[in-house]
């Protein structure tokens, strides 16, 4: 009951504060200048959290599953025998890591793809694609993040669910704030925007608590032997690294004619590295 208990305040404060960092571009009065300047700024946020976030995390616990995993020699009990199966692990998280990864880049591809053949009719005009396919992708990716939270709380380690929830947090923010700040910049109403991030704020806590309820015991236990937590990261970090770099990007760069000011310049690199910044500070 307590850990459940921990989950429901855990989505909410994740709802909560995704809500809040996405409306923060939508109660500030800015110019078209400015408008311009910190959908750039939002743009290097999405692309930073997912390089030096996301796929961090999802390494960090990948790893970590090998390092726990019970050394068995495989020679006669010879430490040489025991270093040869670690190596083999190790050997076999970093195909998973280029594998999840691209996975989730290739889902996200499809997943726009198909809607492209919607969008217009949802949103109206031309303009519509992209607009829904930035809120679809990033939709797509919370709802992983969702997944992974709820599978760190089903193995029962509080420890590892908050490095998850932490690491979740630390970039929903940014990513709620890009995704706004693009909308606006596209020329969304407000309250069709406020609905986007309605919709991108409430998929992370409801997959989450929709994983819990829906893993049984023996669904537990398997996840405490596999790290499943790293491998949804892993994959939310593809989806993400579509969504800005083959929608986001292009389009503000495409309004910018062609090439950024020194000032949106500067922006998208603070964006970027941002992130990193933040993260920096964040120990296990």
Do not use: W
Request: aromatic letters at 6%; one cysteine or more; a neutral charge.
């Amino acid at each position: 009951m307590e850990e459940t208990l921990f989950l429901v305040l855990l989505s909410i404060v994740m709802l909560v504060g995704s809500y809040m960092a996405g409306s923060i571009p939508l109660v500030m009065t800015m110019s078209e200048a400015k408008l311009q300047l910190v959908s750039v700024f939002g743009a290097g946020l999405l692309v930073g959290t997912a390089l030096s976030v996301i796929i961090p995390e999802g390494i960090r616990a990948l790893l970590e599953s090998v390092r726990a995993m019970p050394q068995k020699p495989s020679v006669g009990g010879t430490p040489d025998g025991t270093l040869t199966v670690a190596a083999e692990a190790t050997e076999e998280v970093h195909s998973v890591i280029g594998l999840t990864l691209v996975i989730g880049f290739v889902v996200m591809l499809l997943i726009d793809q198909i809607s492209s053949m919607h969008a217009r009719d949802i949103e109206g005009g031309g303009g519509g694609r992209p607009k829904a396919t930035a809120t679809i992708g990033l939709v797509v990716h919370a709802a992983v993040d969702g997944v992974a939270l709820g599978a760190a709380a089903s193995t029962t380690h509080t420890s590892v669910e908050l490095i998850v929830f932490v690491a979740i947090m630390l970039h929903k923010a940014p990513a709620a704030f890009g995704l706004v700040s693009f909308l606006m910049h596209e020329g969304l109403d407000r309250k069709r925007i406020k609905k986007h991030l309605a919709f991108f704020s409430l998929s992370a806590p409801f997959m989450a608590l929709l994983t819990y309820f829906c893993i049984g015991q023996e669904g537990k236990e398997t996840l405490s032997a596999l790290n499943a937590t790293g491998i949804a990261m892993l994959f939310s970090a593809g989806t993400f690294l579509y969504v800005a770099t083959v929608h986001v990007l292009p389009e503000l760069t495409a309004r910018a004619g062609g090439a950024f000011k020194p000032k949106q310049l500067f922006a998208l690199v603070a964006g970027t590295l941002l992130p990193l910044v933040l993260s920096s500070g964040h120990h296990h």
